[in-house]
């Protein structure tokens, strides 16, 4: 059983569920500042795909831009 595709799966429901349903609660700079980190991560994991095995720790490293952000 492919346990990372699932976990991806219920990851996105989960969130897409989540930003539907509470998204408008967040203030605006919020939502602005995310989007700047999730493409800033996303710019990172696109310059890194040629190093992919030195990017052990990305996940990590992402997910503390994230939080940090918010």
Known sequence: ???GVL???????LGGLFG???GHKL???LKTELNVAFG????GI???ISSI???????AVIFAVVVGTA
Do not use: D, E, F, Q
């Open 27 to 29: 203030p605006a700079a």
């Open 40 to 43: 800033t991560c996303a710019m």
């Open 20 to 22: 539907a349903l509470m």
């Open 7 to 13: 976990v991806n799966v219920l990851s996105v429901a």
């Open 1 to 3: 059983m492919p346990i």
């Open 53 to 59: 095995v030195l990017m052990k720790n990305m996940p």
């Open 46 to 48: 696109g310059i890194g």
